[in-house]
């Protein structure tokens, strides 16, 4: 467990869906969040690899975060949703990145206490690109390791 | 070693500059030779000496101490006691090498070796300065400051104990000329840093005054550092060593510390008996001399290290200000005009950015603006316009950066270089203010210095050879940069030896590049392409400065990374100039917008040869599969062929204009329907190609680009070309970086993110080069049975019927629209006023039977024939193509006065042109007149000539136009079929004429056959060729030809035939 969820006693987290399963990612590495922006096929690239976008003049990558932690969804990638995070603190860039997700889902704040380390293996998904799980009673928000994601 | 990286980065960027320039003024000083210029070994001494004390200063010990001794040595040049000569100067820069080193890495300096450059300086003294200059000068002298006033506690003039290392050499020379010796305290944090000055300007400043001998840090006075009444010093305390002129006051005034901070020092030296005793002995004695300090109690001591002592009290001389050393001020002053803010790259790379985005939002808006025609916004457009281009030229001034950067390596580099070759070179360099953007200058290093040492080892020839063709023994390289049309032009020439064509091509041969018979139609420019293949040194030697295989392909490669382009031009015993072009700046590129499937792509122009537009109709003619892989046939050359949407594996998508909808494309290639179509095409598919709406469409064109990727050429076949554009080249992410295809991307007009095509990435994505090379060979040779007819540009024309004229492009000068009202009968001719000249027009229906021109038609065309000294053209309705052909011909069916013969293209009957003939029919008078004399002596000519010549075309007009001279004539297919008649003919025969390029046996194997052959070695033999370059030439001269000719040259030929003859004495 990071050492961030230590020192902290309550963290803000952005959640979204991927198919059914709700995933979290802490709020201070979110930049902003885009609604129907034109994803540039990158052809011959990676599954992952949704591709790229006009950020405001920056080239942004995106990643398709389904096929990264091959989660099952059939929600077809019409209408795209792409949260912006900051890696700069990350790789030592200042490069950005984008996640191609679902749907966007609540800000919410959660105990630190609250998050369990989470299973080798959770859901039928590599349990390396996790940080922990917190238990709600609509099922399980699982909080994504960004260090293990953009590597 | 000080751990400050202000203080310590500014040390390190000027002393890089000091460097560069000191490595220049050596160079200098050597070629002054016994004319030393006091002025220039003063600039290098006072530039090592700077970095000598502001290694001090920062507490770089091995970088002091090594140019310390380089310091001591230009004294030494200073004060002639040494003069260098080129082998002093060689281990001098090998010195400042070592000096480099160490300043780019300041903090691994301390753990450099320094003893064997130490060592060598000291040999190179040893050797050539008199052995007790030498020991006074490596005798250093230990000065201890020590504060004596004990007692005067409160005193802020605390300087502490210290020990000064200087030279006894200095010391005796300083208190010759005067001067008086001060130490005072200076805080790096305080008197520098927060003032503002480098730790090097105030050395310099120090230097104004006089010398700055020695700096230390004080110990104590960091000791002291939490001392309250010493608030005022800073935490990095220096106690500094000044001999000047100056009084203390003005010194202590023009440093800006207080007058409690310095104090004069006298040395007078005590003669203790101790010294005496000690002269002789080997071991260090410490004698202590007394300094007496005037002002404030502190003693100087000077301890003795070694058995040399001063033997006799020095007087110190007034100071006299009049003296050299007097400070600067102009100096001083520009110093400060050029202000200078060091900013972070970063920063300036997101400006540059940022100013990108704002042109691309200033086009979109501006074109908003222009459609909404209002006054107001219009001129506020106009403003905004204005300003961005404004801003985003000066920001891109920002990255810019002199290319005298670079340049100013290479005196040392050919210096280097020649010497080690023997051999004199002369460099020079123009336009070292030349600016190009940050990142270029860097990339150009590499290739330049490659070039660079090409030059001097394989150009330029060694002095005896030299003076042997008659040059000047010193060899001249010139290094020059200066912009032309938007681009930057940097060429390196040397005035060497040039590049051997022919050895080029030989290796081209045995490295089965291209075969022997391409070699010997290649021509001398694209033979000089070669030499930027992978793998080709021409060195006949391998040398360890060139010729190892690796070269001027990686400097080819280099150079297209920055986007520019190499281009060599050499002549043999005249020498190379090779011209670099590069774009002013990488970040914004004219490029060529593709589409493929729904996405577009964006190729840099730097990259494109041309764009081919080919009509369905001519795939069959123009694209050929060799097993898997597309091959296009352009002009000459065989191009191997790629897909976009293949190469990028994307859906092969095109737009259906007509449907206006994206259809897939099931062709996975365009030959597959090729072959489908080539055999019986269905009624259906016939009368869709003649339909204009067919042809028009984009269905039925191919757009293919034609691309350079390092050495190879190839084309890429895009869905549609989009257009031209300025683009701004953004970088792709990290996670993109491995996709070989893309170099970057950019946004377009409408914001959607277009990628960049990487042209290499894309041939080696493909596997290009392994699949085609081979195979194109390959495929050449079986081609040349067909492909051995020669093919001859024609320009086609007709006047309506089903039936096309033909004549020679060679024998056109050029093709014009005319206005039919502008031409006038003269003298029952047709004329027209051309330009300044009255221009007789043929009408062919006069001569030949073909329909006449339409003469109501305001739009005719002319063809401008090319005969010396005279304005004829060819008037005709209609002017149809300019196209090779194959000029195999049938000569009887419609020969007539004018016409050679005729042949069918494209079902059309088209009918070849005498143009001689034709001429002779308008008007006799007007063609070339026979020289009478041989008129005369034509009665009785006898001569046979024999022609070889595979074009039927060629050889009926040769034949008849030497039979027209008179002579005899045999003429035939080939090579072979012409020795075999030789042989049987062989009486007769006076002259050989020989095209060369012929099917079973072509000319020059048959020349070089009957030069070999003893009953045909007599024999003259031309060689008759449509284009005559100078390897051609020499080819023929090698296999025995007489004379080289261009074909359809009449009188040229006649004049030649006439003179081999009457040479002969047959006529």
């Known amino acids: 467990m990071n050492n961030l969820l230590e020192s902290q006693s309550t963290i803000r987290v952005a959640t979204f869906y991927i198919g059914n399963q709700l995933l979290g990612i802490d709020i201070s590495k979110v930049q902003e969040i885009n609604n129907d922006i034109k994803i540039s096929n990158v052809p011959l690239s990676d599954e992952i690899i949704a591709g790229v976008i006009n950020l405001r003049g920056e080239i942004v990558t995106v990643l398709n975060l389904k096929e990264k932690l091959q989660i099952d969804s059939d929600f077809g990638n019409e209408k795209k949703t792409v949260l912006i995070i900051k890696s700069d603190e990350l790789n030592n860039s200042h490069e950005r990145t984008g996640f191609l997700v679902d749907k966007v889902a609540d800000v919410i ?43 | 070693m000080l751990d400050d990286d202000e203080i310590l980065n500014d040390f390190v960027q000027e002393s890089k500059e000091y ?176 003032k503002n000055k480098t730790p090097l300007e105030f050395i310099e400043q120090c230097d104004a005054l006089g010398e700055l001998l020695d700096s230390i840090f004080s110990i104590e006075g960091i000791q002291n550092l939490d001392q309250s009444e010493l608030g005022s010093v800073g935490n990095m305390p220096l106690i500094c060593l000044l001999a000047s002129h100056y009084s203390l006051e003005s010194i202590a005034k023009e440093l800006n510390i207080s007058l409690d901070k310095i104090h ?189 040492r090409n030059s001097i080892d394989h150009g330029i020839e060694l002095p005896n050879d030299r003076v042997k063709s008659g ?24 005035d060497g030896k040039g590049i051997d064509k022919a050895r080029i091509k030989q290796k081209a041969v045995e490295k089965k590049l291209i075969t022997a018979e391409e070699a010997l139609k290649m021509r001398d ?147 597959d329907r090729r072959s489908k179509n080539s055999d019986e095409p269905s009624a259906e598919i016939l009368e869709q190609r003649k339909g204009e709406q067919r042809r028009k469409s984009p269905l039925n064109t191919y757009e293919i680009i034609v691309l350079r990727a390092g050495e190879y050429e190839y084309g890429l076949i895009v869905d549609a070309v989009v257009n031209f554009e300025e683009i701004v080249v953004k970088p792709l992410g990290r996670h993109l970086k491995k996709y070989l295809c893309y170099s970057g991307a950019t946004i377009m007009g409408n914001g959607e993110v277009a990628l960049i095509l990487d042209t290499v990435g894309i041939a080696e994505q493909s596997k290009l080069k392994t699949i085609n090379i081979d195979e194109l060979i390959k495929k050449n040779d079986t081609n040349k049975n067909y492909d051995k007819h020669e093919k001859v540009p024609f320009a086609f024309l007709s006047n309506g019927g089903n039936q096309q004229l033909a004549i020679p492009l060679s024998k056109v000068s050029r093709l014009d629209k005319i206005n039919s009202q502008s031409i006038e009968e003269i003298m029952g001719k047709s004329t027209i006023q051309y330009f300044d000249q009255t221009m007789t027009l043929i009408e062919l229906d006069q001569y030949i039977n073909v329909p006449p021109v339409d003469k109501s038609q305001e739009n005719l065309f002319v063809i401008l024939l090319k005969i010396p000294n005279q304005c004829i053209g060819v008037l005709t309705q209609e002017l149809r193509d300019i196209k090779e052909i194959n000029t195999t011909m049938d000569v009887g069916t419609f020969k007539s006065k004018g016409v050679v013969g005729s042949t069918i293209i494209d079902g059309i009957t088209t009918l070849f042109l005498d143009v001689y003939e034709l001429i002779d029919l308008v008007d006799p008078s007007l063609s070339a007149p026979k020289d009478p004399i041989q008129s005369q002596k034509n009665k009785d000519e006898t001569a046979t000539i024999l022609i070889a010549e595979d074009s039927d075309f060629f050889r009926a007009q040769i034949k008849k136009f030497l039979k027209d001279e008179g002579y005899h004539v045999l003429d035939y297919e080939n090579g072979k079929l012409a020795f075999d008649g030789l042989i049987q003919n062989l009486s007769k025969v006076d002259l050989v004429m020989t095209d060369i390029e012929m099917p079973e046996m072509d000319g020059l194997e048959l020349a070089a056959a009957i030069k070999k052959d003893a009953r045909t070695q007599h024999l003259n033999v031309f060689t008759l060729t449509t284009l005559a370059g100078d390897d051609d030439r020499q080819k023929g001269v090698e296999a025995g030809v007489d004379e080289y000719m261009v074909k359809l040259d009449k009188d040229l030929v006649i004049s030649k035939v006439r003179e081999y003859l009457n040479r002969l004495g047959v006529s």
């Open chain 2, 525 to 671: 420019d694209e033979a000089l392409s070669y030499i930027f293949h992978p793998g080709l040194s021409t060195a006949e030697k391998v040398s360890d400065i060139s010729g190892r295989g690796v070269g001027m392909d990686v400097v080819k490669t280099n150079i297209s990374q920055i986007g520019g382009s190499v281009e060599i031009q050499s002549d043999q015993g005249v020498g190379t100039t090779i011209v670099i072009k590069l774009p002013l700046t990488l970040a914004i590129i004219p490029s060529l917008v593709v589409r493929s499937g729904q996405e577009r792509y964006a190729i840099p122009q730097v990259n494109i040869v041309e764009l081919v537009r080919i009509k369905a109709n001519d795939l069959s003619q123009k694209i050929e599969k060799i097993k898997e892989s597309e091959v296009f046939r352009l002009r000459d050359k065989l191009l191997p062929l790629l897909r976009l949407s293949k190469v990028l594996n994307d859906g092969s998508c095109y737009y259906d204009p007509l449907a206006k909808d994206l259809k897939k494309n099931e062709r996975s290639n365009i030959i």
């Open chain 2, 264 to 452: 004069q020092v006298n040395p007078i030296l005590d003669m203790g008996d101790a010294i005496v005793e000690n002269e002789q002995s080997q071991e260090v004695s410490q004698v202590e001399t007394q300094l007496v300090n005037s002002n404030s109690e502190v003693e100087v001591a000077i301890l003795e290290k070694s058995n040399e002592v001063l033997t006799q009290e020095i007087e110190v001389a007034p100071p006299n200000l009049e003296s050299s050393e007097k400070p600067k001020e102009e100096k001083k002053k520009s110093k400060k005009a050029d202000a200078t803010v060091r900013i972070n790259l970063n920063l300036l790379d997101q400006l540059m950015t940022l100013a990108g985005e704002l042109v691309l939002g200033r086009n979109q808006m501006m074109q908003i603006v222009s459609e909404r025609k209002d006054a107001d916004l219009n001129l506020i457009g106009q403003k905004i316009n204005a300003v961005t281009t404004e801003l985003q030229g000066t920001i891109m001034q920002t990255r810019m950066q002199q290319i005298g950067d670079v340049f100013n390596r290479y005196p040392r580099v050919v210096r280097d270089l020649s010497k080690k070759l023997g051999k004199k070179i002369e460099l020079s360099i123009e336009g070292n203010d030349v600016e190009l953007d940050r990142t270029m200058i860097e990339s150009l290093a590499d290739p330049l210095t490659h070039i660079i």
């Open chain 1, 109 to 151: 704040e959660i105990q630190t206490k609250e998050i369990e380390s989470s299973p080798a293996n959770l859901v039928g998904i590599d349990g390396k690109y996790f940080e922990g799980v917190c238990k709600f009673e609509q099922g399980l928000l699982i909080l994504i390791d960004l260090n293990e994601i953009l590597k």
């Open chain 2, 471 to 494: 040059k000047v023994p010193e060899g001249s390289l010139l290094l020059k940069a200066y912009h032309e049309s938007g681009l930057v032009h940097i060429v390196i020439k040397d």
């Open chain 2, 19 to 194: 460097l560069e320039d000191i490595e220049n003024e050596f160079l200098e000083i050597e070629q002054n030779g016994q004319n030393i210029d006091e002025d220039l070994v003063n600039k290098v001494f006072r530039k090592l000496h700077t970095i000598k004390g502001g290694a001090g200063f920062v507490g770089l010990i091995k970088i002091k101490e090594l140019s310390h001794e380089l310091e001591s040595i230009l004294n030494l040049i200073r004060n002639r006691e040494f003069i260098p000569n080129s082998e002093n100067i060689d281990q001098m820069l090998s010195a400042i090498d070592v000096l480099r080193q160490m300043v780019f890495n300041p903090h691994d300096s301390e753990e450099v070796d320094i003893t064997e450059p130490l060592a060598r300086l000291k040999k190179l003294l040893d050797s050539n300065v008199a052995q007790d200059v030498v020991e006074v000068l490596e005798h250093t002298v230990e000065i201890e400051s020590k504060n004596i006033s004990s007692s005067d506690k409160s005193a802020n003039s605390e300087i502490g104990i210290n020990n000064f290392e200087v030279s006894q050499y200095d010391i005796e020379n300083h208190l010759a000329s005067g001067k008086e010796f001060f130490v005072f305290k200076v805080d790096l944090i305080e008197d520098c840093e927060k």
